[in-house]
């Protein structure tokens, strides 16, 4: 049988593998999506070798970046990204792709605000990436922060109010809050926050993080990561059948 999956450590939590299964019935599709919780990304060879059936995959933290020495072929869009999410495999060949600006593209497009200039992101990532390329791409001005001073334009102890108050799209790209660690989030000064503040949690379960609920007592405009992750997935779908 026809076979998808999902790469990542620790991943019982996704979402992915019901999205899937549960499509694959409604529409009667003769395939199955499964899980690999791996703990080393070189693992992905032994996968791809072991299944003559699989068909694609997706990729999710923390490898959407350490995949790519793996692929034989990349995305000229995922290239620029530097980030991987989503592979198409025909006969063993693996070629990257990556869903994710699509389906965050497509989940904040009606949310966005003619006062947001200028946005957060929280994290550094694989998934970070991509969000900075789809935000610079709708003409927002881009400051990371990160709790490594090398890595981010800001830590998050450097965050005062005038930063707060200047970036009205928030995006919180860290799996900080994830289940089943729900009580983690990303420490920014929930003080400065207001009623213009749009904060975007990529993180789907649970379905309002700390993050959120903090931001949505603040006044703020909260979005979670579930459309964008039914958006990502649909696109990798369209890729998987081309
Ligand atoms: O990019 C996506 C990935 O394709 C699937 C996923 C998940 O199942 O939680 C999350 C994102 O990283």
Redesign the pocket.
Known sequence: MTTYG?IGKNIDY???KSYFNTKFHNEAIKAKYINYDIDDIKEIKQIVNNSIELAGL????PYKEKVIPYLDEIDSQAERIGAV??IKIENKKLIGYNT?VFGFTKSIFSLIAPNHEAALILGTGG?AKAIRHALVSMGYHINLVSRDKEKGDYTYEELTSDIIKNHQLIVNCTPLGTHPDVNQFPPIPFEFIDERHLLYDLIYNPSITNFLAQGKEKGAQIINGEQM?IA?AEK?WEIWNE
């Open positions: 999902l996704s979402f992915s997706n990729v999710t933290i999410n989503t994710d998934a992750l990502q990798a």
